[in-house]
């Protein structure tokens, strides 16, 4: 039986995630396409997060992928709060991180380039990674100070 953070807890609890059709960890060299989906909003725009929660799955993130859509990126959640640093081994495509405080509101933004072991990090202590293609943020006007919306995982009591 798998084991879940309480964040993804909290998730499948509220009927946002259904496990059903949900793939098992991206096998070695294939991306994973099956993670547990939301969608969050950022101002008017719309983004269909894949949900990384297991130590796994965020390990795993976005490698091995050649395209994703423009509206769609993964959501890593952690137990707690901390600096999180992230780095763009066997990850194909160039992404921006926006690294996410509990209420929402994007603490600072990162470009990475693909298939580098560069750290970026976050500039304070957060529990939440969202990935994006690069530069959509910047073509959406949203920088560090805007607010993701998603009512069962930001804002949430924790």
């Known amino acids: 039986m798998p084991r879940f953070s309480s964040a993804t807890a909290r998730l499948l609890a509220t009927g946002l995630i259904a ?3 949900t793939a098992p ?7 994973q396409m099956n993670l547990p989906r939301i969608e969050i909003t950022a101002g008017m725009h719309r983004i269909e997060a894949q949900v990384a929660a297991s130590p796994q799955e965020r390990q795993t993130g976005l490698m091995h992928r050649k395209e994703m859509p423009a509206h769609e990126g993964m959501l890593f959640v952690f137990e707690q709060p901390a600096t999180q640093c992230f780095w763009m081994k066997n990850t194909l495509l160039p992404l921006t991180a926006a690294f996410v ?11 990475m380039k693909p298939q580098t072991e560069d750290s970026h990090c976050s500039a304070k202590p957060v529990r939440y990674v969202l990935e994006m293609n690069q530069g959509w943020f910047a073509q959406k006007g949203i920088k560090p100070g805007s ?8 804002n949430a009591k924790k």
Do not use: H, S, Y
């Open 19 to 21: 496990l059903a059709g």
């Open 25 to 31: 960890a991206a096998a070695q060299g294939q991306p």
């Open 101 to 111: 405080a509990d209420d929402g509101t994007i603490v600072n933004l990162a470009d």
């Open 147 to 154: 607010k993701l919306v998603n009512a069962a995982v930001f």
